[in-house]
């Protein structure tokens, strides 16, 4: 009977046991470590970045091309009255020699006038954007980007190819924003403000469509927060905000303009923050003054100095940007 006992004794503590262990591993949680771990950003956010940029510089150069596809057709205009005055001449008969000569030796002087011109080159007032995307070094440096097409359906048609494929990229990186379980307004505005851009450009609506495109940047910060970045994401919002107070500037709202550049300067703080070594101290002071320069500007009213000193406060982003980087 003991033996009985001291055996079911043995077998109840055996099963308690058990029963400890399989708790202890069922109820083992993610250490702290682990629940805050975050994966690297997605390169499509890049890619998206980099396709909306190149909207905005090609909108912005329609203007442009408007103005020199209209002096091509006025060139080769009077290219056309010119060869046919000299046709007309040919065929009238001969005139005295001395006056036929000279008139002759004139009109086709004229006429190699005429046919070496070209559309007058691209210039500043015509430019919104221009500087500030070139500053911000993600698009390449093309020659041939600022060359004017025949037909402006043509800039339209390839604008319409990257809005296409902005799309497409956000497909694949919208699935990977609701995997964190965050960023579902700011997913919701994207996407209504990508629907929104896709139908101005449709409607090759100029202002319309390089303002949308602007605000489509506003949001890839709240996606970048998300994960693990090199440089913080605040930079992405500043670069937004600079290229806005431009852009509203260009429409005189001088009002927004001055309110979003006091975001602007508020915002810089958490950039520089990331700055704590004595040798980033003239990157930091340098980046002050580009942003009173840009502050008084604007208090100016004058968007030609506005565009100026935007181009050099992106120039200075992309520096600290870098620096932080460096620092990784």
Request: some cysteine.
């Amino acid at each position: 009977m003991k033996i009985i006992k001291k055996t079911m004794i043995l077998f109840m503590i055996f099963c308690l046991l058990l029963s400890s262990a399989g708790c202890t591993k069922s109820q083992k949680k993610p250490s702290k470590e682990d629940a805050n771990s975050k994966k690297a950003m997605p390169e499509v956010i890049k890619s998206i970045e980099k396709d909306i940029l190149l909207v905005m510089q090609q909108v912005d150069l329609t203007l442009y091309f408007n103005r020199s596809i209209e002096q091509k057709k006025q060139l080769e205009k009077e290219m056309l009255e010119m060869k046919k005055i000299l046709k007309d001449e040919k065929s009238s008969g001969e005139k005295p020699k001395e006056e036929s000569s000279n008139t002759g030796e004139d009109k086709e002087s004229q006429k190699e006038d005429v046919s070496k011109k070209e559309p007058n080159p691209l210039m500043f007032p015509e430019m919104v954007l221009q500087d500030i995307l070139k500053n911000e070094k993600v698009l390449p440096e093309d020659n041939e980007s600022t060359k004017a097409p025949t037909d402006i359906n043509e800039t339209w048609k390839k604008i319409n190819t990257t809005i296409i494929s902005i799309h497409n990229k956000f497909n694949i990186l919208e699935p990977l924003i609701i995997e964190k379980n965050a960023g579902s307004l700011a997913i919701t505005k994207f996407k209504d403000t990508l629907d929104q851009l896709t139908n101005y450009v449709l409607e090759k609506k100029y202002f319309e469509t390089i303002t949308l495109a602007n605000q489509l940047t506003l949001y890839l910060p709240e996606f970048m927060a998300h994960f693990e970045t090199k440089i913080p994401p605040t930079a992405y919002t500043l670069k937004f905000y600079t290229r806005d107070i431009v852009l509203k500037s260009s429409k005189n709202d001088y009002k927004s303009a001055n309110n979003n550049i006091n975001e602007l300067i508020q915002k810089s703080k958490v950039l520089k923050s990331f700055l704590t070594n004595k040798n980033s101290k003239p990157i930091i002071e340098k980046f002050d003054a580009a942003l009173v320069n840009f502050q008084n500007a604007v208090k100016k009213h004058d968007i030609n100095l506005i565009k100026i000193n935007a181009a050099i406060v992106m120039k200075n982003i992309v520096i600290i940007s870098k620096e932080i980087e460096s620092k990784i």
